[in-house]
């Protein structure tokens, strides 16, 4: 039940794991026609949606603000219990993302990052005031490239999220798309 704290990254310096993030980070905007890319929004989760051979795999990142309320390390019993409920919601993510079902998908391996909450590769003390959530969930499917939609928990389990910004690439193309509260399908194909 308790935690202690962020798993330790020794020979690693926070400070200058955060100066090369922060390249990281503002490279892809020197040459992109798309600036809003990393945009932390509260309310808002993007989704990379990949339909590839027989996977389906979902890229999600997201204001942790969206899932439990606050952006900082839990600090309080309650902040704990919330923390712990939703990443074990979000590990086994049925409700979140339910495929189309001619997919016959099952769920494959996910990981969670989230700096703040030490998931992941977190680089424990930020400057920064806002915190992220981040996600990867791979499906095994028969036939995943048939799939044509997925109805997203999103809306249901957490309140707070209010749109759903997504990009699909499949056999049958690339697409964007934007659900707002409570369309929850998140549809696509020609
Ligand atoms: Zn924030």
Redesign the pocket.
Known sequence: MTRSGSPAWPGIKPGALCAWLGLLLAWPLAGSAQPAARA?V?GQVKLEVVIDGPTVVIEMSS?L?NFVGF?HAPRSDSERQRVDDVLARLRLPDEMFKIDPVGNCKLGPVSLRSAALGLGKGEGASAEA??DLDGTFAFNCTNATATKFIDLGFFNAFRSVRQIDAQIASPQGQFQRTLKKPNARLAWSK
């Open positions: 932390h509260h204001p603000d952006e806002h915190a």
